[in-house]
């Protein structure tokens, strides 16, 4: 077990792409437990801690997307979605439900396992500042937990590692293609999805930010003095 980089759940109903992805990754040393469906990857979710889990969008009974609704309060584990071509609204809406990336269905094996570790590394724990209070809100990295006005948020790894830079980094302000770079993402529109979604567990206001506030024409800063 020491031997593997890390466990990861396959979440997939096509049992080819289960297998492929289960010898391309094992041949890698990862761990790899593999699922046939959001009911039986709940399941296994129950009984084992996994580093990462990769999951499909469209599945028979429940979806990817509603996997992830039903279990995102208590789930931190990092989420590769796999989507098919063309389903940009899906990608979004993944995004939105608390995904960290996605990756087009058909994909080359080599670009699967670079997205993986680079959201492990991201994940992996560092020596900056992980709490934070100010006002009436609470941020806990460690526990990827905000807490505002004694109601508690769960957050993803893709936002901690965001939160992570800004608390760090107070009042600087972050370009879209510097966020982009932290996360792994180049597309504005899913950065904006995630500072939404960011906004509205920590604004008391999200559409009149007070704390995480757009500047016009050049990013994003996060203001907690």
Do not use: C
């Amino acid at each position: 077990m020491n031997d593997f980089l890390a466990h990861i759940l396959v979440v997939d109903d096509d049992e080819g792409i289960r297998s492929l992805v289960k010898k391309y990754l094992n041949e890698n040393k990862y761990l790899v437990t593999t699922a046939d469906s959001a009911e039986d990857a709940f399941e296994k979710i129950q009984i084992i801690e996994f580093d990462l889990i990769i999951l499909d969008i469209m599945m028979p009974g429940k979806n990817g997307l509603e996997f992830i609704q039903e279990n995102k309060k208590n789930l931190s584990t990092p989420i590769i979605l796999l989507t098919a071509k063309g389903q940009a609204n899906e990608r979004v809406e993944g995004l939105e439900t608390g995904a960290d990336d996605y990756l087009p269905k058909p994909f080359e094996p080599k670009e699967l396992l670079l997205r993986i570790k680079n959201i492990l590394e991201k994940t992996k724990k560092s020596d900056l500042k992980r709490f934070i209070e100010f006002e009436n809100i609470k941020i806990d990295l460690n526990k990827q937990l905000i807490f505002k006005n004694k109601v508690e948020f769960k957050i993803n790894n893709t936002e901690k590692i965001i939160l992570e830079k800004m608390i760090n980094n107070p009042g600087k302000t972050f370009e879209r293609m510097e966020i982009g770079k932290l996360i792994d993402l180049d597309k504005e529109r899913s950065i904006d999805v995630i500072i939404t979604r960011l906004r509205k567990k920590i604004e008391l206001d999200p559409k009149n930010p007070k704390f995480l506030q757009t500047i016009r024409g050049a990013g994003y800063v996060l203001w907690i003095e």
